[in-house]
């Protein structure tokens, strides 16, 4: 392992984290709820009388928050190099298991280690672990 | 109001997921590529969202109404089981794959990126399809 020194950002990582955490805690404090978007989402796919307008509402504030960001400052930095057939079964993967496993980076990462929930941490070793490996794989065993 | 604040937090985390340089593949992929030339950045990430998040829970935990009087709905379930370490694990697999998660799938989208709507529709399907099992396993 080589530290990336380059590349390492750590006043806008936690900055921005601490922004993350700040609207956990306001969905926490106001709505009582888990900020945990994979199961926000995949609750309209069982769309129940009253708790529907909160999830799109939730999920309409993430896709809004670049779109404002964009009338004030150029967007940062975003870059996928991933091929579009890699991203379409990346994302069916990600659509199975985070429902699967009942949560993602947001509720079990964020949320549930905040909570020191024990099953959210089992998760989130989890998913860091498959991550790793996925990409040691692709990147250093696949495309020598 | 809830829609409100819920619309509200959405939007803070969507803000966050692009501050952190979370909402950005490349550098997530940077961060899970420990062999590579690894970028720790998304550590501090992590460490900041629980550090400013979990005193807002250990509050809630202790409350059934919320500040809007809303009751307090936090998960309870604490079975650690093969659905939560299988689904995580392909989760994991598909986020390795691409370096995009959920929350950052729908703010690449509101950039208008075709490869994050590509991803994002691919989740959707994805969920359709845990949708299907799950209700026909529901029915046997």
């Known amino acids: 392992m080589s ?23 306001l969905f926490a404090v106001l709505n009582g709820r888990i900020a945990g978007v994979s199961g926000i989402l995949g609750g309209l796919a069982r769309p129940q009388a009253g708790d529907i307008s ?13 779109l404002a960001w964009r009338l004030l400052a150029a967007l940062p930095e975003i870059r996928v190099d991933t091929s579009y057939f890699t ?21 079990h990462g964020v949320c549930g280690v905040s909570r020191m929930s024990p099953r959210s941490i089992v998760a989130t070793l989890a998913f860091m672990a498959a991550g ?11 495309s020598q | 109001m809830y829609t409100a604040a819920s619309f509200t937090a959405g939007f803070v985390f969507g803000l966050g997921l692009l501050v952190s340089g979370m909402a ?31 005193g807002a829970f250990a509050l809630m935990k202790k409350r059934t109404r919320t500040l809007l009087g809303a009751p307090v709905l936090l998960p309870t379930p604490r079975r650690i089981d093969r659905r939560l370490i299988l689904g995580s694990l392909v989760f994991g697999v ?24 590509v991803f994002l529709a691919a989740m959707i399907a994805g969920n359709g399809i845990f949708e299907f099992f799950e209700r026909r396993a529901a029915r046997a």
Do not use: E, Q
């Open chain 1, 54 to 66: 909160w999830r799109i509402a939730f999920v309409a504030g993430l896709i809004a928050a670049p």
């Open chain 2, 94 to 117: 598909g986020w390795g794959l691409a370096g995009i998660c959920p929350g950052p799938a729908l703010v690449l989208s509101g950039t208008g990126s075709a490869k994050g709507l």
């Open chain 1, 3 to 25: 530290i990336a020194w380059n590349a390492f950002t750590p006043a806008s990582a936690l900055i921005g984290g601490a922004i993350i955490g700040a609207a956990a805690a």
């Open chain 2, 24 to 54: 950005n593949p490349a550098k997530v992929l940077g961060f899970l590529d420990l062999a590579g030339a690894w970028d720790p950045s998304l550590a501090l990430v992590m460490a900041g969202a629980v550090a400013v998040a979990a």
């Open chain 1, 87 to 107: 991203l379409a079964s990346a994302g069916l993967l990600v659509g199975i298991g985070t429902r699967y496993g009942g949560g993602c980076t947001s509720g």
């Open chain 1, 132 to 142: 790793f490996a996925t990409v040691y794989v692709a990147r250093h065993l696949i």
